[in-house]
């Protein structure tokens, strides 16, 4: 279920008019009016990029009389944090790993043989 909502969440966010959006309201709630405002689009299609946004639990807007606020769900970036944290662990160890083998390469290349307890 969480991997549903996770790909729903990055889909939405895959549009760059949507991350727009969803940056504009990480300031505050806006009515969709507000959101439309830059946007060279009609009303229409705002309300399509919300409906995915809305789809994917990026955003809601409570039920009730026009003009409703658009709010962003917190929430969700907990889940894409939590999946982006697992992932950017993973890879800072695997950085780590290959900075102790470089380290390691790099002193055997600078330790002279005869220091080694080598003989030609």
Request: glycine share 4%; hydrophobic share 40%; proline share 7%.
């Amino acid at each position: 279920m969480a991997a549903d909502t996770l790909s729903r969440v990055f889909a939405a966010l895959a549009d760059p008019t949507r991350r727009d959006m969803v940056a504009r309201l990480a300031a505050g709630d806006a009515t969709v009016n507000q959101l439309a405002e830059p946007y060279p689009m009609t009303l229409q299609a705002v309300y399509k990029h919300l409906k995915v946004l809305e789809d994917a639990g990026v955003v809601s807007r409570p039920a009730g009389p026009q003009p409703r606020p658009v709010r962003l769900e917190a929430e969700v970036f907990d889940l894409m944090d939590t999946w982006i944290e697992r992932y950017r662990h993973r890879a800072e160890q695997r950085y780590r790993r290959l900075d102790a083998v470089l380290a390691q390469l790099d002193q055997e290349a600078t330790t002279d043989p005869t220091e080694k307890g080598t003989t030609t």
